[in-house]
């Protein structure tokens, strides 16, 4: 008997729930950022990327690079894949596109964009504490 298919699924996401917690504790925000650009790298890797040099969307992994980009919660040490175009034989790292990294960037606009909305959105605290409702 295989288990039902939701309770897997139930099973996963409290693996995931405390994986996320144990990254919290040991590594915080930083940590808890690096695998969330894993995971979304690895959806947006599933859900078909275009090569940008010709367009076609069958590659292959070609390697897996560190990098460090310092942000408004500290520095947080991405890892980065690249992959390989079956097309045209050019590689390229999908996630440097989405958040418009070249090869050499120690900072990123987009990321750090995406790190203030998840502030904004998690935070139960105003996002700016001077701020208060006009006087009419
Ligand atoms: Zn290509």
New binding site residues.
């Given amino acids: 008997m295989f288990p039902d298919r939701s309770i897997t699924i139930a099973i996963n996401n409290a693996i995931l729930i405390v994986a996320v917690k144990n990254l919290f504790d040991t590594e915080g925000v930083p940590g808890f950022v690096k695998a969330l650009v894993i995971l979304i790298e690895s959806l947006l890797i599933k859900s078909g990327v275009d090569?940008p040099?010709?367009?076609?969307d069958k590659h292959h992994l070609h390697s897996k690079s560190d990098r460090k980009l310092k942000t408004s919660i500290g520095e947080v040490n991405l890892v980065l894949t690249r992959l390989l175009?079956l097309?045209?034989?050019?590689t390229f790292n999908p996630m440097a596109q989405l958040f418009d990294l070249d090869k050499y960037s120690r900072k990123s606009s987009s990321l750090q964009g995406f790190l203030d909305l998840v502030r904004e959105t998690t935070s139960s605290y105003p996002a700016c504490p001077d701020w208060e409702w006009p006087h009419v």
Avoid: E
């Fill in positions: 090569c040099h010709c367009g076609k175009c097309s045209c034989k050019k």
